[in-house]
């Protein structure tokens, strides 16, 4: 089993929905989450991350870290044709030096 | 505010030539990092550096080497190119470790 599952899709939605995008993981010591998202030809930009389970908001987009389940998801509202890109997933456990990441997410929104 | 800076953006090998990728940071990370991404295959990591003179091998290190003299500059080496090194390659740089990556806008290597 791989460390972090990720939904490759694509995932195709119309302008204004909202997106859920998700992982899974296998490792119980992973205790830091990330999205990362990245435009056609470019590098991944850091989206979010939060520490251990919980949610966190910034404007639009929403994390989600389910630990008991080893869940991870991340919430697009009132999505936007510049939102299409690919979204990966990262996790990493305390003092590690290195990030496991999913395989991406290709997202298009369709104004 | 330049970040993690790659050079080149694209370049073309011939099978058994050497190169060498540079990747600079002026964010005073101590550690950096290089991955590749294939199609649907996602980020694979090269090498990593937790310091200057500190590296240590990643997932897929064969086919390459790395140097970190200074802190700002991890440069990545490929000998004798083979097809299987065609990708994209990225440097990021972290201030932790953990979480929060920086990564550049990635080097397109084709060996024909």
């Known amino acids: 089993q791989k460390e972090v599952e990720q939904d490759p899709g694509p995932l195709s939605v119309p302008e204004g929905a909202i997106v859920s995008l998700n992982c899974t993981y296998s490792?119980?010591?992973?205790?830091?989450f990330m999205w990362y998202r990245q435009y056609s030809r470019k590098g991944p930009e850091l989206l979010m991350y939060?520490?251990?389970?919980g949610n966190k908001e910034d404007g639009r987009f929403t994390a989600q870290v389910d630990k008991s389940s080893k869940y991870i998801s991340l919430f697009i509202r009132d999505s936007q044709p510049s939102d299409s890109a690919t979204y990966l997933c990262?996790?990493?456990?305390?003092?590690?030096?290195?990030?496991?990441f999913g395989k991406g997410t290709k997202l298009s929104v369709i104004p | 505010n330049a970040g993690v800076t790659q050079t080149p953006k694209f370049r073309i090998l011939k099978i058994g030539q050497s190169m060498t990728l540079q990747c600079t940071q002026d964010?005073?990370?101590?550690?950096m990092y290089w991955y590749r991404q294939d199609p649907g295959m996602g980020l694979k990591l090269i090498y990593y550096s937790v310091g200057a003179g500190i590296t240590d091998k990643g997932e897929v290190p064969n086919g390459y080497n790395v140097s970190r003299s200074t802190t700002e500059d991890f440069p990545l080496r490929l000998e004798l190119a083979a097809p299987s090194q065609t990708s994209v390659y990225f440097c990021a740089s972290s201030e932790t470790g953990s979480y929060g990556y920086t990564f550049g806008s990635g080097t397109r290597l084709t060996v024909v």
């Open positions: 990262a996790t990493s456990g305390a003092g590690s030096y290195q990030l496991t």
């Open positions: 490792n119980s010591a992973f205790q830091y």
């Open positions: 964010m005073n990370h101590n550690y």
């Open positions: 939060t520490y251990s389970s």
